[in-house]
């Protein structure tokens, strides 16, 4: 039979040590308890019984605490029918000889707890790491619906236009992609794309990537409507690896 317990005996023992619930339960779990922390709360406030065993190692946490403490208050263990239980655990927190052993699991439990804070720290970090991800995700969705939509227009062959504001009065690139040989052609502010290339190229432009360079000084956003240079440079930077290069400037008299 579970041993009959005092209306909030547990919890004002807890408070007696100076431990939160959260801190007891950390204690009473390092050293085998079973009960999840819901279960544990309504053991201290006397709203569930505890059978024996779970009691006891309850009650091994509060003592070791106590111990800790250099206080002289113990808490008596569960009867087993004939007294040898909290007889046995009197006797293991009174004799001197056992102290050593009452603070090595003690330590134990303390480093139980060091333990179970470093994988909850290590689970918060795995959270923010799967909410990056997600992020990222939505924002590649994003640019393969805008990619869908534009197929859907006038962009079976990759055509954009552009304002011919440039000297430039054409550029291509032949690269790869995963395993697929991709290309473009921009003449004249018009430019044909393979359409994977392209999807690549839209990626970095919903991602908002930059492109810097230190000498000469460029502040570049990477843009498939842009200047013909900031394009060449979205659509290089989008290719696996890039196989050429060639392009054409105006000639002025």
Same mark, same amino acid.
């Given at each position: 039979?579970?041993?009959?317990?005092?209306?909030?005996?547990?919890?004002?023992?807890?408070?007696?040590?100076?431990?939160?619930?959260?801190?007891?339960?950390?204690?009473?779990?390092?050293?085998?308890?079973?009960?999840?922390?819901?279960?544990?709360?309504?053991?201290?406030?006397?709203?569930?019984?505890?059978?024996?065993?779970?009691?006891?190692?309850?009650?091994?946490?509060?003592?070791?605490?106590?111990?800790?403490?250099?206080?002289?208050?113990?808490?008596?263990?569960?009867? +087993?029918?004939?007294?040898?239980? =909290?007889?046995?655990?009197?006797? *293991?927190?009174? &004799? %001197?000889?056992?102290?050593?052993? !009452? /603070?090595?699991?003690?330590?134990?439990?303390?480093?139980?707890?060091?333990?179970?804070?470093?994988?909850?720290?290590?689970?918060?970090?795995?959270?923010?790491?799967?909410?990056?991800?997600?992020?990222?995700?939505?924002?590649?969705?994003?640019?393969?619906?805008?990619?869908?939509?534009?197929?859907?227009?006038?962009?079976?062959?990759?055509?954009?236009?552009?304002?011919?504001?440039?000297?430039?009065?054409?550029?291509?690139?032949?690269?790869?992609?995963? +395993?697929?040989?991709?290309?473009? =052609?921009?003449?004249?502010?018009? *430019?044909?794309? &393979? %359409?994977?290339?392209?999807?690549? !190229? /839209?990626?970095?432009?919903?991602?908002?990537?930059?492109?810097?360079?230190?000498?000469?000084?460029?502040?570049?956003?990477?843009?498939?409507?842009?200047?013909?240079?900031?394009?060449?440079?979205?659509?290089?930077?989008?290719?696996?690896?890039?196989?050429?290069?060639?392009?054409?400037?105006?000639?002025?008299?």
């Amino acid at each position: 039979m579970p041993h009959p317990e005092p209306p909030h005996e547990l919890e004002d023992a807890r408070r007696d040590v100076a431990l939160s619930q959260d801190e007891l339960w950390m204690r009473y779990f390092a050293l085998g308890g079973a009960a999840m922390p819901t279960e544990f709360e309504a053991y201290l406030v006397g709203a569930l019984s505890p059978a024996p065993a779970e009691r006891d190692i309850l009650v091994h946490a509060l003592n070791e605490r106590s111990m800790e403490l250099g206080l002289a208050r113990r808490w008596p263990y569960s009867e +087993d029918g004939g007294g040898g239980g =909290r007889r046995e655990g009197m006797e *293991l927190l009174s &004799h %001197p000889s056992a102290y050593g052993t !009452a /603070r090595d699991r003690a330590a134990a439990a303390r480093a139980n707890s060091m333990r179970l804070a470093a994988r909850i720290d290590r689970a918060q970090a795995v959270a923010g790491t799967t909410r990056r991800r997600a992020w990222l995700l939505r924002l590649q969705a994003k640019a393969l619906r805008d990619q869908g939509a534009a197929l859907r227009q006038r962009f079976d062959e990759g055509l954009l236009s552009t304002a011919p504001t440039s000297e430039v009065r054409w550029f291509s690139l032949d690269g790869v992609v995963g +395993d697929e040989a991709v290309w473009a =052609r921009w003449t004249h502010g018009h *430019l044909r794309c &393979h %359409p994977a290339l392209m999807t690549q !190229a /839209r990626l970095l432009v919903e991602l908002g990537t930059t492109f810097e360079h230190d000498d000469p000084p460029a502040h570049v956003d990477a843009t498939v409507t842009g200047t013909p240079a900031a394009v060449m440079l979205t659509l290089a930077s989008a290719c696996d690896r890039v196989l050429a290069v060639d392009y054409s400037r105006e000639v002025r008299l």
